[in-house]
């Protein structure tokens, strides 16, 4: 007896598609919008290091017009941060770091210091 499998074949419209999806400032996969704009994580990490100082920090060797793809986005730092502007990325979106404790003015108690500790007894 042999079955028929006509009736537990799937179509291939009901199957999901693989969505390639590229980063709009160095062409490399990338899953999802950082800061306004589709990017990959070290352009993400890129923009929020170097967003805050702005592009005046910064100097191109060539005018302006390199190219950033994902073989030479270390190569100018200025024509990568430029690119990130251009394509939308927004500085108002990068949350603010917390900041750690400075340890110096925090107490610290050694437990030779500490008052002794009573107990009560009911």
Known sequence: MEKSSSN???SKK????EVSITCKICGEFAKYSHFGVV???????FFKRNAEHGKDTLKCRYNG???ININN?????YC??????DCGMQ????RC????????????????DAEPVVALKN
């Open 65 to 67: 017009h390199c190219e």
């Open 91 to 94: 500085t108002e979106l990068i």
């Open 14 to 17: 009901s199957l999901p598609t």
């Open 39 to 45: 990017s990959c994580n070290p352009c993400k990490m």
């Open 8 to 10: 537990h074949s799937i």
């Open 73 to 77: 986005r270390h190569v100018c730092s």
């Open 80 to 85: 990568r941060l430029s690119k990130c502007f």
């Open 97 to 112: 770091s917390y900041s750690k404790k400075d340890k110096t003015n925090q107490k610290s108690t050694s437990l030779a």
